[in-house]
């Protein structure tokens, strides 16, 4: 092939690469289009993906708040009145960050957010100190109380994967 | 569940990548005077890698398919354009793509299995700080820089790129800690002895991406924007103390440039000039493949690398370019968003962050929106280290991609437990002191 007919293949391969590019894009763009609407879709199927359980209001009204409401919870995370809370209890005697919790084989991990005042089944939980709470354990946060209520299949995860042992100090 | 394999976009987009990918090494290899065969090859190994990665392999390793597709295309644009300058630069390219590719593989079932972290994360701080200790050791200067170590036959190798990789892990284990600034200390304390050794080696490029990336990822685990705003301010006063120190002359030169390379023309601003000259020159459609004057910009190899793409493939394909990268950082954005702990949310986010910012800073120094910084443009420019840490970021994130799916599947499993066992019957009796007993609760010291 001759230097000038090759000249002429590349500029006219130019618009194929473009149109090309351009393919690659809209594909991908509507591969994540479509990937969205699947993940809404399953979501909906599975409305409690992502949870363990929830948290049953027995007491405690406020504007935001009133008894028998329930609050979804998730695997870990932090239950309190702010913004950033996994677990949102709008009570104004709950703190902004009131307690950290973790899901692990033998129950949630409940654990007091710096010195805040929590009770477990109208035990205190002193300050450092974490609690593992099962299905029905009731806690106690300012002037709220709880009910934890886990799933039936929760154990199940348990069937699943083994939780990394936890580290030494941090419960008993 | 409903079956999307039929729908998926997924042939279409691969045969895209393929037909670009076989169509411009096929040119390459016509070119006269003479049938190149090394091209003929690669015209038939680089696609075929394509579609063995993206359609044959999610079937083995769990992956996310459209991440490997637009990692695929990235890539093998890099090949084709270094190849399409210097052979041996794009044949050597291909060769780290495919060990690249291995390397995805580790850190996927690297972040897949692996559970426990804390050890694992204790060990690679002293090792990251003593690989990025090295270069200051050992290292040769480059462009103003000491990050790399030349090795006789393995050749360039920068230990700042497999340290970011490490960094990820270590800031997505500590700031996924919910104890409070204590427990993230010792990130935060690695992060700054990162960024000592980096200033120690004067690359600000890198030290700017570890640091807006340790910060994002401080941000979206803590949500505290004062601190998160105060760090911003002091890189920003960092910025100004840098440009007046003498120690950092060359950041009062790259500022000049930016603001105004005319001035010198034939000195510092020479390679922004070229680069901006040949992005105008290619215009919408290109010069076409091979024939503008890509060895006229400095470093068209690596800093400067889009320029390059910009001349021979056009601006609409540069624009498709970015586009690929944004759609990239959705889906790995997406990923974070969806992962069920943090730990894997925070190392899915820290990935895309980083590469989104290291995207950002050289595509924008490229076309004279930010100063010029000289990092590697992900997946495309020439540079081993670079290419298999920023495929290794990709295997993290199909990692947790991975974890998603197998946290859906036990969502599912709960579901049909739950159907089976209860109806969900949530009729508690306040009074029943089944719950009260003493065993359901335990206190102990921490």
Known sequence: MSQEYYELLVLAARYVFALLGVIVVWRATRWLRQDYRQRRWVMSALPDAGYIGTLYVMEGQSKHLSPDDSLPLPTEGLLGCGAGCDVRVLHPTVSRRHAMFEFRTDGLHLRPYRDERLQVDGHPLPQGCEAILNHGAILTLGGVMLQLRLFAGVQAITAFEPEPEPAKGERA | MKSTKNESPIRLLVSAIVLFEAITLLLIAIKPPFLNTEALMLAVALPLLCWISTILLPKFVPMDQLLMALTNFLCGVGIIILYSIVPERGLRQALLFALGLGAMMAGVLFVRWIRNWKTLCWLMIPASIGLLLLPIAVGVWNNDVKNIIAMRWFGNFQPSEIVKLMAMLVLAHFFSQRRGIRRKLPALLFVAACLGVLLLQRDLGTALMYYLTALAMYFVSTGNGLISLLGLVGAAVSAVVAYHIPGFAYVR??????????????????????????????????????????????????????????????????????????????????????????????????????????????????????????????????????????????????????????????????????????????????????????????????
């Not at chain 2, 290619?282 to 400095?298: A, D, F, Q, T, V």
């Not at chain 2, 499993?413 to 009796?429: F, G, N, P």
């Open chain 2, 253 to 446: 030169v790259r500022v000049a440039i930016w603001r105004n390379p005319w001035d010198t023309a034939l000195g510092s601003g020479y390679q922004i000039i070229q680069a901006l000259m040949a992005i105008g020159s290619g215009g919408l459609w290109g010069l076409g493949l091979g024939l503008g004057l890509p060895r006229i910009i400095p470093a068209y190899h690596t800093d400067f690398i889009f320029a390059v793409i910009c001349e021979q493939f056009g601006l609409v394909f540069g624009v498709c370019v970015v586009l690929v990268y944004v759609a990239l950082l959705a889906r790995g954005f997406s990923i974070a968003l969806r992962a069920r702990r943090s730990f894997y949310a925070l190392l899915a986010f820290g990935c895309t962050t980083l590469l989104g910012i290291q995207t950002f800073v050289i595509i924008g120094g490229v076309i004279k929106m930010i100063p010029l910084t000289g990092i590697t443009m992900p997946f495309v420019s020439y540079g081993g280290t670079s290419l298999v840490s920023c495929l290794t970021l990709i295997g993290f994130l199909h990692g947790v991609s991975a974890r998603i799916e197998a946290d859906t599947e036990q969502d599912i499993a709960i579901v049909e437990a739950s159907e089976d066992t209860y109806d969900y019957d949530y009729d508690y009796d306040d009074d029943d002191d089944e719950y009260d007993d003493e065993d359901d609760w335990e206190v102990a010291e921490a």
